[in-house]
């Protein structure tokens, strides 16, 4: 019986280990938001970039975002200089100066470029809906990610309309990651 507990619990241990964020195409985001509305967290990425891979390494690794973003969002991995063919709101984006088998650099998909990304990663959101809310430049541990994840789950972003009202957010916040 004993054997049976102990393999049981490291089971457990073992799954919730291995617990990851449900990725998605863009695409795929915006057709489960039509069935059941939920916001959308993109992780816009590039394969050359080193806090892209950090970030997927230790923030998008933790527990506590993994289960906040897979509870209250529709998460996506977007590659910024990739070839996925993306349609958004009624226009279709692709990549066609993508070159095959190219190290390094490769050309900036038209969906990066319409959201006017300044650097990777990014960190976009967007409402139920599928609009544009905000992209969040830039590496974020656990707890620099929380206030933006936990701000926009909420709609607290709506009411932070100046400078002043975001510094007062931010004092304010309590994080728990």
């Given at each position: ?63 506590n975002v993994i289960n906040f973003i897979n509870e ?42 319409a959201l006017k990304l300044r650097g990777y990663p990014s960190l976009v959101f967007f409402k ?50």
């Amino acid at each position: 019986m004993k054997k049976i507990l102990l393999f049981v619990a490291l089971l457990t241990v073992g799954t919730m280990s291995a617990q990851k964020i449900n990725w998605m195409t863009l695409n795929e985001a915006l057709a489960a938001q039509k069935e059941q509305p939920k916001k959308i967290f993109m992780d816009v990425y590039t394969t050359w970039c080193g806090p892209c891979k950090l970030l997927d390494r230790n923030t998008f690794g933790d527990k506590n975002v993994i289960n906040f973003i897979n509870e209250n969002y529709y998460a996506v991995k977007f590659n910024a200089e990739g070839t996925e063919e993306i349609t958004y709101q009624d226009f279709t984006y692709t990549n066609p100066n993508y070159q095959e088998g190219r190290k390094g650099r490769n050309a900036t998909h038209f969906f990066a470029d319409a959201l006017k990304l300044r650097g990777y990663p990014s960190l976009v959101f967007f409402k139920e809906n599928g609009d544009l809310i905000q992209a969040v430049p830039g590496y974020k541990t656990p707890q620099q990610l929380e206030i933006y994840l936990k701000m926009i789950a909420n709609d607290d972003y709506a009411k932070l309309t100046t400078v002043e009202a975001w510094k007062e957010y931010q004092e304010n916040f309590k994080g728990t990651f």
